[in-house]
């Protein structure tokens, strides 16, 4: 798989967000909520829940994992 084809992936599935933590893990959800805007792009406020199991060790684990997980 490609970078490039990760990052078609991410553009093609909207609503998904790659998350990072402070101890270098990655993760791509979309279980969440943000505030609603009056127009995008606008400042808003998100929060995720993210599973233990969603925390990979780098962005492409992470993005391949959702991947295979959306099918």
Not at 6 to 13: A, E, S, V
Not at 23 to 29: D, K, L, N, P, R
Request: glycine share 8%; hydrophobic share 30%.
């Amino acid at each position: 798989m490609t970078d490039k084809e990760r990052i078609d992936w991410l553009q093609k599935n909207n609503g998904c967000a790659l998350v990072s933590d402070d101890q270098g893990h990655w993760a791509v959800v979309e279980d969440g909520f943000q505030s609603l805007s009056s127009g995008p792009p606008d400042d808003c406020s998100t929060t995720f829940f993210i599973k233990k199991a969603e925390w990979k060790t780098t962005v492409r684990k992470a993005i391949d994992s959702a991947m295979k997980e959306k099918g």
